[in-house]
Every structure is written in structure tokens, then in C-alpha cells.
């Protein structure tokens, strides 16, 4: 606030949150120090969730603000919220996945500006410690630079936010298994968030020989589509029937004890879920990082590699309880998506770069000449 010269009348409106505060003839909107947030303070059934008052966050030297646009939803954080499969202090915001706006930024933050549009998982699951406890279900986060990546301009906030989890655990598969252009691989689960991306890489990014994928019979043609070049419906056919044997086996559903038979002998199984079912098939996670967000860069320019939104969404902010409870049947086609955040319609905000002491007690939100 030390920057501001003229203060000549300062009030809070009740209504809104706002705060607002003329400097000689221009009016700033600055909101309050808390914003909206879906969190939880007890492990259980998606009724645990809660929407409320959650304070707002601060940026180290490494860390920039982002004012969410969209968030994705990932079966790790219905899975986080059952059960305490990581170290996490209540209360805890869920979500992972985001696309929005920066806002703030602390000092030693080199590779964005006040402004930019980026996208990421802003969770590091590998990094020591626990978990953030502001996930992406609210609507400013903070997030080290080094694992958002700027937003594709070609891809819709919606389109941004309902990649990083999904494509990292994707693409992690192929690196574990050391995958060659021109080999072939078969996929089971072409359907879901990750398996839509597993096949649109091995297709286009990998160059796969022969992808094969399964699923249900109402998404046989969905999965075509994504570039598959035959889809297996599992509702008819068993793996057994299946006289083709593949250089790659990526499980997105961990079937591994069954589905293991379409691998060639040596063949690499990756699965997915944890533990893995088969004792051939190696679990693999992912990697949290802009850099591989900015590699696919070219390819979902191109529109090579395309954002999969399940048709039921995107949901909006108030409705993030009826999207988990969609997720977690276990149907989704693509990503489940969160758009609609509160802030969405606010007026272009004005910030300013943070130390790394210094505490964002306000996100400055607008501007506006009286
Ligand atoms: N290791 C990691 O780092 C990591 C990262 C992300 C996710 N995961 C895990 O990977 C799993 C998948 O994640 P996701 O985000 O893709 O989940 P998801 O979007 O909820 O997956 C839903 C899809 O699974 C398909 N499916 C269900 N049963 C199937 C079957 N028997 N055969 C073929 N397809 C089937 C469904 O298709 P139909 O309706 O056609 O059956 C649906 O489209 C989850 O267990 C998740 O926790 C692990």
C-alpha cells in the first residue's frame, strides 16, 4: 500500500468484498483479504465439502498468484479426500489442475509477467514435504514459476485447465516404458481422463505404429476419433479373444492381471493405479513441470493434440459437489471441468511484483476512472 500516495476516501462494501479506494481521480477496486474456496476439514464422502471464506494467498521469491479461470477435477483428489493417502494439514482446498491469470508475482520470478494466461498442476506429488493445502478449487492460488506453463492462446481456459495432471501421468508412461516410434500398443481404458490423452500421443506425438484401445460400447466411436486406429469394446470381447500381441501395454484402469495377456513376452506393462496388478507391470506416476506442458505446446497449436471436456461440463464453481459425484462413477469421457469461478467477470485487475516478505493483504482487481 506504500505506493499509493493519495488515499481520499476509503470504504469497504459489505456486498461485494471489495475494497474500494480513490487515488486522486481514479477509483481502485481492491478486494478483501479472502476469497471463496471448496475445502474440507475431515476425511469422507464428497458431503464432507464445504464452500467458504478461505484467506487469500502469498507468493514466495519463486511463486506467482494466478487468479483461477478453470480448474480440473482428477480422481487424486477424490481419493485424497477419503482417505489420507498424503500428508495434508486441514483444511484442505482440493484440486489440482488450473488455467488462469497471473496476478501477483514474487520477486524472483523471471519467466511470467502481471497478466499472462498459464495452466498447470500446481501439486508436486514427488516434492518433499506435504501437499499444498490450496488446490486449484479456489479462486487465487499460488504456485512455484517452474511448474505452470503459459497458456496455448488457440485453447479456452476450460480447454487449458483439463490437461496438466492427465497429460504428465501420460506422457510418464511412454518415458517409463522407453517406447520407440513405430512399435505398437495397446491401451485399456481409451475413454477416461488420462486414456483419452494416452491415445492421441501414442498417435501423434510417439508415432505409434498400431494403437489399440477399450471401452464401453457408447464411446467406441468417441475413441476412433481421438485416432485410434481399432477400439475393442470390453462389454464384448475379452482380452483372451484378442489374437494380436503388442510392444506396449498401458493399463489407465490397473487390469494389468487380466489385461496382460495382449503383451508380448518382453513387452513393457505400465499401470497407472496403485498397487499394480500384475507382477510384470511397473506403476507409474508422474512428472510435475511446466517444461513438459511447454513441449506439447506445438502440438496442441496444431491441433494435433486436442483438450477432451467430459459433454456434462464444464460444471460451474457452485457445482463442484455434483462434479465429483459424477467423477467418482467412474464414467467420465475426457476431463471433468470447473469453470464459472466468482471472479470471472471481474473488471482487469491491476498488481504489482511482491518481495518475498512482502504479504499480498489485497489482490488489486480493477481499475476504473471516476
Ligand atoms: N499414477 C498416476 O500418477 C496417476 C495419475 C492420474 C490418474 N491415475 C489413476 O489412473 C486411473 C484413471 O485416471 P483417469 O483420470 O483417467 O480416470 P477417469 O477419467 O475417471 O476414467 C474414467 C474412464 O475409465 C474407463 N473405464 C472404466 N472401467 C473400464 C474398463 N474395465 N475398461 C476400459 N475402460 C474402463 C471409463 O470408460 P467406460 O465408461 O467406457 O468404461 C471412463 O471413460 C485412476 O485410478 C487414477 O487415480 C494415476
Redesign the pocket.
Known amino acids: 500500500m506504500s505506493d499509493y500516495k493519495i488515499f481520499r476516501t476509503i470504504y469497504i462494501s459489505k456486498l461485494d468484498r471489495f475494497l474500494y479506494i480513490y487515488q486522486g481521480d481514479v477509483l481502485c477496486f481492491w478486494r478483501a483479504n479472502m476469497q471463496k474456496a471448496w475445502f474440507y476439514e475431515e476425511y469422507g464422502s464428497k458431503e464432507v465439502l464445504k464452500l467458504g471464506d478461505f484467506p487469500l494467498p502469498t507468493p514466495h521469491h519463486n511463486q506467482i498468484i494466478v487468479q483461477v479461470r478453470a480448474a480440473a477435477l482428477?480422481?487424486?483428489d477424490f481419493?485424497r479426500r477419503q482417505r489420507p493417502i498424503f500428508p495434508s494439514d486441514f483444511p484442505v482446498v482440493p484440486g489440482c489442475d488450473m488455467a488462469g491469470v497471473v496476478v501477483a508475482k514474487g520477486t524472483g520470478v523471471t519467466k511470467f509477467d502481471l497478466g499472462d494466461a498459464v495452466y498447470g498442476n500446481i501439486q508436486d506429488?514427488n516434492a518433499p514435504g506435504k501437499l499444498k493445502q490450496l488446490g486449484t478449487l479456489a479462486e487465487f492460488i499460488v504456485v512455484e514459476e517452474t511448474l505452470v506453463a503459459m497458456k496455448p492462446q488457440n485453447l479456452s481456459f476450460e480447454e487449458a485447465a483439463s490437461l496438466p495432471?492427465?497429460v504428465?501421468?501420460a506422457i510418464?508412461g511412454f518415458v517409463t516404458a522407453d517406447f520407440k516410434e513405430g512399435q505398437t500398443i495397446f491401451i485399456?481404458?481409451?475413454?477416461?481422463?488420462?486414456?483419452?490423452l494416452v491415445v492421441q500421443l501414442a498417435k501423434h506425438f510417439y508415432n505409434a505404429s498400431y494403437v489399440v484401445a477399450?471401452?464401453?460400447?457408447?464411446?467406441v466411436e468417441f475413441v476412433k476419433k481421438l485416432g485410434a486406429d481399432k477400439v475393442i469394446d470390453?462389454?464384448n470381447t475379452k482380452y483372451e479373444e484378442i489374437e494380436e500381441k503388442f510392444d506396449f501395454l498401458y493399463d489407465?484402469?490397473?487390469?494389468c492381471k487380466n489385461s496382460f495377456v495382449v503383451a508380448k513376452d518382453e513387452a513393457p506393462i505400465i499401470?497407472?493405479?496403485?498397487p499394480p496388478s500384475h507382477p510384470r507391470a511397473v506403476?507409474?506416476?508422474?512428472t510435475v513441470s511446466g517444461e513438459n506442458l511447454e513441449m506439447l505446446r506445438p502440438y496442441l497449436e496444431n491441433g494435433k493434440l486436442k483438450a477432451i471436456i467430459?459433454p456434462t461440463g464444464p460444471y460451474a464453481f457452485t457445482d463442484v459437489i455434483e462434479a465429483f459425484r459424477y467423477?467418482?462413477?467412474?464414467?467420465?469421457?475426457?476431463?471433468?471441468v470447473i469453470a464459472s469461478f466468482p471472479t470471472e467477470n471481474a473488471p482487469p485487475y491491476v498488481s504489482r511484483e511482491l518481495g518475498s516478505n512482502q504479504m499480498p493483504q489485497r489482490v488489486a482487481l480493477g481499475t476504473s476512472v471516476c
Open positions: 482428477n480422481p487424486i481419493k506429488f495432471l492427465a504428465q501421468t510418464e485399456v481404458g481409451g475413454a477416461g481422463g488420462v486414456g483419452t477399450t471401452c464401453s460400447s457408447p464411446k470390453y462389454t489407465t484402469i490397473g487390469d499401470d497407472i493405479t496403485w506403476y507409474s506416476s508422474l467430459d467423477l467418482e462413477t467412474g464414467r467420465a469421457r475426457g476431463k471433468v
